[in-house]
């Protein structure tokens, strides 16, 4: 119950502020000339005075409000080390049941959540605090606990970053003298040009060990393939150089042998991710004579900002005699000694263009062009009559390469290219129509080149099945063999034209052995806590994958198909690392989480984080066990106005601060009777006095 004192003035504030100075002008005369009754006189003006002011008694009747105490649980990944989860679960009983005995206290459970922001950003228990106390006055706010293992990112500078004025704990789990060992990646490159040596430093840590121990053995593997080791000393730091073998993801994990007693191995592994690029690119394009459609490739290959083109077009071959000296001719003449034996093996893609033997390219250099092939190298064939007349490249030594032989037969007539069933399963021709059109929605061809003897099943084919586009696998390289040279129709808009930039693009840079487009791949890509398998085939069907993760648990995943020759499945996991997905043939992988999570950086339990905050706020920070494991909850104890809430073995929250308004009773003083008795009191005052 608490009493106070209200005015509710009958006149507005100027006009008593008037008569207010007239009353004290008045009683200013009567004290200066002394008249008897001055001060009776004075008492009625005030007492008149007091009534216009209509002043009140009131008196609220208020009801005592419940303090809130919230109890923030640290449900984090580092609290699922050294025993701490059970830990964690018996405080948290305790301390609730604990809380809901004392009366006037209400308790709100706060636990973190857990994703990978937490793994980067690490354990953050004061952000969700004062989330939590959001709706809540200040005064309302009887105390918090933390149940942590201290090892907390967002703990505040100072009280007014608090956000309130009520005592703070920490009951801290895991135990003294933990020891931990862990592996820090100091640098790493994001990209690295295919071929080139990238440089990755290492550092070895080791925290609560009374001496450093010996040396540490660490194992290097690159795409689940170990390539190598080196050993490091705790505290130092080592440079490891390794090749980017490929364009694409290149995944290097890092792991260094395990301490005695450590609390966790998860620190021991890194994973670094370096995207393979290539430099620019190295492409030949030999033109065997000047035609129609030459300008589609070359215009092709230039719009790529990343492809370095080197052009020869045969204009005057060796049979052609005219009587012009070579003295006059502004023609530069084939380099076939610098192009096809010095200098070969630095070109990712070669392209013959309608290209005829004519005595330019002297024999033994095709030999040199199939060993090219065989050793990872890649031949682009657009051929076109050419390659049915007797100068066709087949007579030669890339016999061994091409993927079919021709009949020297030329059919000329009006058709539509068609993707064929395994074209459509194809990276490369896969889309380019969709799988339901009777007839695909691009232009006419005019001339395909027959051919016998394919080694693979053609990616497209004309209307009556006659092989167009082959795509074939040598040794370590691939050829391409396109059997018709009217491709430059779409691109000039014959009839609507068709998707000769996709076609041709693709066409190259499968060649050039690009990840995306390989016909047999298996893919494993992270996102999140999700994982998403991808396998690309040419077969009718595809395995089940088995997913392997970092603590080298299994699970098999079906696939389900999504497109032509594309099937995929997921899979949620809950640990970070490495995983792998194999189906018997091939292997993927995938890191899941940041390569470096900030909640594993330091993994020791520790009341210095928090201890600040906690003392500066009235409160303590403890830990709930003591070298041997025994877990002991303090006692907690309901307390009003304290400076310190904590001692040995218990821990205060503030109760009794708060309460609400039930109701008003107001009793105006000099209104009504009471009011009329006091001035007529003393008025009779004041008329006795001066009438004596």
Same mark, same amino acid.
């Given at each position: 119950m608490i009493w106070s004192v209200t005015v509710s003035p009958l006149l507005p504030p100027a006009a008593l502020a008037g008569l207010a100075v007239v009353a004290l002008v008045l009683i200013g005369l009567l004290l200066w000339r002394a008249r008897r009754g001055a001060l009776l006189r004075a008492l009625a003006l005030l007492l008149l005075f007091l009534a216009l002011v209509n002043p009140s008694l009131d008196r609220e009747n208020r009801e005592p409000l419940k303090s809130i105490v919230p109890v923030v649980v640290d449900r984090s990944e580092s609290q699922d080390l050294g025993g701490r989860k059970a830990m964690t679960d018996a405080a948290e009983e305790a301390v609730l049941a604990r809380l809901e005995a004392l009366p006037g206290v209400e308790t709100r459970v706060v636990e973190t959540r857990r994703d990978l922001s937490s793994l980067s950003d690490g354990t953050t228990l004061f952000g969700p605090l004062s989330n939590a106390l959001a709706d809540v006055p200040p005064n309302r706010v009887g105390g918090a606990i933390l149940i942590t293992d201290g090892q907390v990112e967002d703990v505040p500078d100072s009280l007014d970053r608090l956000g309130f004025a009520a005592p703070l704990h920490a009951l801290v789990t895991g135990v003294p003298g933990e020891v931990d060992r862990r592996l820090v990646v100091e640098k790493a490159p994001r990209f690295g040009l295919v071929g080139s040596e990238q440089t990755i430093r290492l550092r070895l840590i080791e925290e609560g060990a009374e001496t450093d121990t010996a040396t540490a053995r660490v194992t290097v593997s690159q795409d689940g393939e170990t390539v190598g080791g080196t050993a490091l000393h705790p505290g130092e730091s080592a440079d490891v150089r390794l090749e980017i073998p490929h364009a694409g993801r290149n995944i290097l994990e890092f792991e260094v042998e395990p301490l005695d007693g450590e609390l966790t191995t998860l620190n021991n592994r890194a994973v670094v991710t370096i995207d393979g690029i290539r430099e620019n690119l190295r492409v030949l394009l030999v033109s065997g004579e000047p035609h129609v459609g030459e300008r589609t490739w070359r215009n092709l290959l230039k719009s790529d900002a990343s492809v370095d083109l080197v052009h020869f077009t045969i204009l005057r071959p060796p049979e052609k005699q005219d009587g012009t000296p070579i003295s006059q001719l502004s023609l530069i003449a084939f380099p076939t000694r610098e192009l096809f034996?010095?200098?070969?093996?630095?070109?990712?893609?070669?392209?013959?263009?309608?290209?005829?033997?004519?005595?330019?390219?002297?024999?033994?250099?095709?030999?040199?062009?199939?060993?090219?092939?065989?050793?990872?190298?890649?031949?682009?064939?657009?051929?076109?009559?050419?390659?049915?007349?007797?100068?066709?490249?087949?007579?030669?030594?890339?016999?061994?390469?091409?993927?079919?032989?021709?009949?020297?037969?030329?059919?000329?007539?009006?058709?539509?290219?068609?993707?064929?069933?395994?074209?459509?399963?194809?990276?490369?021709?896969?889309?380019?129509?969709?799988?339901?059109?009777?007839?695909? !929605?691009?232009?006419h061809w005019f001339r395909v080149i027959e051919t016998t003897g394919a080694a693979e099943k053609p990616a497209m084919t004309d209307e009556a099945g006659r092989p167009l586009l082959l795509l074939h696998r040598v040794g370590e390289g691939r050829v391409a063999l396109l059997l018709s040279d009217h491709v430059w129709l779409w691109a000039r808009g014959f009839e609507g034209g068709g998707p000769h930039g996709t076609l041709l693009r693709r066409l190259a840079h499968w060649l050039m052995k690009e990840p995306d487009l390989e016909e047999e791949a298996l893919r494993l890509t992270a996102k999140g806590h999700d994982l998403t398998v991808e396998r690309q085939t040419l077969a009718d069907s595809a395995r089940p994958v088995t997913?392997?993760?970092?603590?080298?648990?299994?699970?098999?995943?079906?696939?389900?198909?999504?497109? !032509?020759?594309?099937?995929?499945?997921?899979?949620?996991?809950?640990?970070?690392?490495?995983?792998?997905?194999?189906?018997?043939?091939?292997?993927?992988?995938?890191?899941?989480?940041?390569?470096?999570?900030?909640?594993?950086?330091?993994?020791?339990?520790?009341?210095?984080?928090?201890?600040?905050?906690?003392?500066?706020?009235?409160?303590?920070?403890?830990?709930?066990?003591?070298?041997?494991?025994?877990?002991?909850?303090?006692?907690?104890?309901?307390?009003?106005?304290?400076?310190?809430?904590?001692?040995?073995?218990?821990?205060g929250v503030r109760t009794g601060t708060a309460s609400k308004i039930t109701g008003i009773d107001r009793i105006p003083l000099f209104s009504g009777f009471l009011g009329l008795a006091l001035l007529l009191g003393a008025l009779a005052m004041t008329w006795y006095r001066e009438g004596r």
């Open positions: 034996s010095e200098k070969i093996d630095e070109f990712d893609l070669i392209i013959f263009d309608r290209y005829r033997r004519r005595g330019v390219l002297p024999t033994p250099y095709f030999a040199n062009i199939a060993r090219y092939v065989k050793d990872g190298g890649a031949v682009l064939f657009a051929t076109g009559p050419e390659y049915a007349g007797p100068g066709n490249l087949f007579r030669t030594s890339l016999a061994d390469v091409l993927p079919a032989s021709p009949t020297g037969r030329v059919v000329e007539t009006p058709y539509r290219p068609r993707v064929s069933m395994i074209g459509q399963r194809h990276p490369v021709t896969r889309g380019l129509v969709s799988p339901e059109a009777e007839t695909p !929605p691009w232009s997913v392997t993760g970092p603590g080298g648990t299994n699970e098999t995943i079906a696939l389900q198909e999504a497109e !032509p020759g594309l099937w995929r499945g997921s899979l949620a996991v809950s640990d970070i690392g490495l995983y792998t997905a194999r189906d018997g043939e091939l292997t993927a992988l995938a890191s899941v989480g940041p390569s470096d999570p900030r909640e594993f950086a330091t993994v020791l339990s520790t009341t210095e984080r928090i201890a600040p905050i906690a003392a500066a706020a009235g409160g303590t920070a403890m830990r709930l066990a003591d070298a041997a494991g025994t877990v002991s909850v303090p006692r907690i104890v309901a307390m009003n106005g304290a400076r310190s809430y904590h001692g040995s073995g218990w821990i």
